[in-house]
């Protein structure tokens, strides 16, 4: 029993890496996917129009710190594109609303592999390229 104890107190915190949210339709995961449009348009004078959050996952950095990395579609003009974004939430000032920070906001090219680029970008925590600056014509 003293053992346990001590592995609890030299390892408090250990994140287990992205998971998938279970219920992308909930308003708090949509209105992260609305800030990073609005964010974006703010930024590149852009005109996109949010739909929904079609992917979401999210990494508990502890300490009220959360990582979410989305799957945006949006309405380009007539066009309807999928964005990757990253959103950090900080959530530890009590009483106030959440601190929010778009981390990229891109396009991704090739939505007959959305899905399985997202899995393999979130294995390996890091941004492979899978979208560009150039989206591809409407």
């Known amino acids: 029993m003293a053992a346990m104890a001590l592995v609890a107190t030299?390892?408090?915190?250990?994140?287990?890496?992205?998971?998938?949210?279970?219920?992308?339709?909930?308003?708090?995961?949509?209105?992260?996917?609305e800030f990073a449009v609005e964010k974006y348009n703010e930024q590149k004078h852009?005109?996109?129009?949010?739909?929904?959050?079609?992917?979401?996952?999210?990494?508990?950095?502890?300490t009220e710190h959360y990582?979410?990395?989305?799957v945006i579609k949006v309405q380009d003009g007539y066009a309807i594109k999928?964005?990757?974004?990253e959103i950090l939430q900080d959530l530890s000032a009590p009483g106030e609303p959440p601190v929010l920070n778009v981390?990229?906001?891109?396009p991704l090219v090739n939505i007959n592999r959305v899905?399985?680029?997202?899995?393999f970008y979130t294995r390996t925590h890091?941004?492979?390229?899978?979208?560009?600056?150039?989206s591809s014509p409407a």
């Open 67 to 70: 990582t979410y990395k989305l």
């Open 115 to 119: 899905s399985r680029q997202l899995k």
């Open 10 to 33: 030299a390892y408090p915190y250990k994140p287990s890496g992205f998971v998938p949210v279970p219920h992308v339709e909930d308003g708090h995961v949509q209105y992260l996917g």
């Open 82 to 85: 999928f964005y990757k974004s």
């Open 103 to 106: 981390a990229y906001f891109t």
């Open 126 to 134: 890091m941004d492979l390229g899978i979208g560009s600056a150039q």
């Open 46 to 62: 852009g005109y996109l129009k949010f739909i929904q959050v079609t992917e979401a996952y999210v990494l508990d950095r502890g």
